[in-house]
């Protein structure tokens, strides 16, 4: 069965500074990644997808995330964060052809002024 | 209204009671979702509804009845719920279920406290 790990559950950054959150799947074949994220009492906000082709994708609110194969992994990355940026960060992957949406049990991120 | 939208925000129910969650999307979307969020657990698919057929129900306890009208509505119907079914009820929905146009638009959720 697929899984997704997020190995941080919590991260603390300072406002202008990079981020780096990280992603590992388990699939043999490439999947479907996506990057979402939930600010408090909210739901869920896709920031970025992953289905094939370049393999640094860019999404919204200044995000990036990188696919490496060799690796498993799909970080998402930030040059410079922002205070708003706050929130629960989510990876998900799913197998093509199938509807399950398999997520990350998530990173918190924190922004200190 | 736009995107998904999910009513009560809040409810608070006792385990005995029978009570119910709504989920209307205005996207034009043809398959709507039920996730299970709780703390420190990742999310959990509940149901899958494509054009308003059951495609997916993930073991989920009979306590739990979903409903899909149709296409822009979903329900979740409770009864005699536990206390360990506290958690944050969200509603998704994308274009179709099938990968290839995947993306999901999440509602605003329903915290659910079962007392």
């Known amino acids: 069965a697929q899984s997704v790990t997020q190995p941080d559950i919590h991260i603390t950054v300072s406002e202008g500074a990079s981020l780096e959150l990280r992603c590992n799947y388990s699939?043999?074949?490439?999947?479907?990644l996506f990057w979402y994220v939930q600010s408090p009492g909210q739901g869920l906000q896709l920031l970025l997808k992953?289905?094939?082709?370049?393999?640094l994708v860019q999404g919204i609110k200044g995000f990036e995330a990188e696919f490496k194969r060799s690796q498993s992994s799909f970080n998402l990355r930030k040059p410079s964060v922002h205070w708003s940026d706050a929130a629960e960060y989510f990876c998900?992957?799913?197998?093509?052809?199938?509807?399950?949406?398999?997520f990350g049990k998530g990173t918190k991120l924190t922004v200190n002024p | 209204e736009t995107g998904v939208t999910q009513t009560p925000r809040h409810l608070v129910m006792g385990m005995t009671n029978k009570k119910s969650l709504k989920c209307e999307q205005h996207?034009?979307?043809?398959?709507m979702y039920w996730y299970k969020q709780s703390a420190k657990k990742p999310l959990e698919l509940m149901f899958v509804?494509?054009?308003?057929?059951?495609?997916e129900n993930n073991s989920v306890p009979s306590r739990f009845s979903p409903e899909c009208p149709n296409s822009s509505h979903l329900f979740l119907h409770l009864h005699t719920l536990q206390p360990e079914d506290s958690a944050l009820y969200l509603c998704?929905?994308?274009?179709?279920?099938?990968?290839?146009?995947?993306?999901?638009?999440f509602g605003p959720g329903t915290r659910l406290t079962v007392t």
């Open positions: 998704a929905s994308s274009q179709d279920g099938l990968a290839d146009s995947y993306e999901q638009y």
């Open positions: 699939y043999g074949a490439t999947p479907y």
């Open positions: 992953y289905f094939s082709g370049d393999t």
């Open positions: 998900a992957v799913v197998r093509g052809g199938s509807e399950k949406l398999v």
């Open positions: 996207l034009g979307h043809n398959a």
């Open positions: 509804y494509n054009f308003k057929e059951q495609t």
